[in-house]
């Protein structure tokens, strides 16, 4: 097998204080190629605190640049590694909203590596009279893209779910080179999962990034009604956290005058699997998802999920099969379906183990392994 040099482009890195999901899927892959004899240098923006140059587990990561200059800096460390006489076999460019532009400068072939589009999170992201901007703005940054996917110079679109695979082609990507490479699982971290599982907790929980596009207000309206029909159940809500909209959901929770309500920031991975495992359910009503790991994380710990009906989010859960699915923005149905998984344990018991076999179908090891076939195509095809 011939080692690739692969020149890996994205707004953050796994070390960074929000890394999130995307973030994950860089790093497991990542790792899983460098264990493989591939050469990979991660570009990423350079929080404080953070050095400008470390190895990750096998991969190089180089850090500049804030949250919106790491593009500029992006572009020029491409060609000063150029001129150092690093030169990549292929590069991915990982769009995370603002893309790197790669197609304007870059002579290797290209891959873009994208979770999701911001859309209509655009609403929780900027003030309201700049939001059909932010949406115009987006759909302008592809069309350098769509462009080259179509002369040939942007050889492949990797993409995480069937509803951002249908986001991409509505946006006047070609359906043919866009191909889903699902997140994974890493089994080593979740095998001890059954024995942490066989004892539920009544506990309901969110657990991820707490920032305003997940809609965790929503969260704790529904609560409200939950503490009446379920007197003894407690919620978490749990992550890397945005700490003026951390601030503003613990105002709303005692405007509320929720009784049962905890917050807890910056946990680590062994106290996420820990509550994912003793949750009864997971709750997610983002406005949308590239994919729902958290949600397969906790599948893998017999936890059903209660979700929005949101892109992303139900192609991470199926109804009544591995969870249930609720319109956005439904806070009665909300309140209904996690009373009901709260109370009901032979509903939340079949869900479970439903959901724990859903799981088994979901490997970082299989994930990498398809990423590699897709960036080996598109180098030598």
Known sequence: MEA?????????????????????????????????????????SRPKGLPAEETIEGYRVLRGGGKYTVYLWA?????????????????????????FQTPLYAKEPITMLIHQLCKDC???????????????????LHKPYIKSIKNGKLRAVIT??????QDLIELGYLEDRISIIYNGLDWNHYKDCPKLSSHK????????????????????????????????AKLIIAGRA????????????????????????????????????????LIYTSTREGWG????????????????????????????????????????????AITQLLADNNLRAQLAENACQYAQDFSWDDTAETFLQILESVIHG
């Open 293 to 336: 790991q958290t949600i397969l994380e906790a599948a893998a710990c017999k936890t059903p999920t209660v979700a929005y009906n949101a892109p992303g989010l139900r192609d991470a859960v199926k109804h009544m099969e591995t969870g249930i699915l609720v319109e956005p923005g439904d806070m009665e149905h909300l309140a209904k």
């Open 160 to 165: 995480v779910s069937p509803s951002t695979k």
């Open 201 to 232: 907790e009544d506990l309901a929980a969110y657990i991820g990034r707490i920032t305003p596009y997940k809609r965790l207000e929503d969260i704790l309206k529904a609560w409200r009604t939950v503490e009446q029909e379920a007197p003894k």
């Open 75 to 99: 572009r020029k460390t491409y060609h000063k590694l150029k001129k150092q006489g690093w030169r990549p076999d292929i590069i991915i460019d990982e769009v995370n909203t603002i893309p």
């Open 242 to 281: 945005d700490y003026k909209y951390f601030k503003k959901l613990k105002h709303l929770a005692e405007k509320l005058n929720l009784k049962r309500v905890e917050f807890k920031a910056n946990i680590t991975q062994h106290e996420k699997k820990t509550l994912l495992a003793k949750t009864k359910t």
């Open 4 to 44: 690739l040099r692969i020149l890996w482009m994205n707004w953050r890195c796994i070390k960074h204080p929000l890394a999130g999901g995307a973030e994950v899927y860089t790093h497991e892959i990542a790792r899983r190629l460098a264990s493989q004899g591939h050469e990979i240098a991660l570009l990423a």
């Open 122 to 140: 655009w609403h929780y992201a900027v003030h309201p009279l700049a939001q059909p901007i932010g949406w115009w703005i987006e759909k302008k």
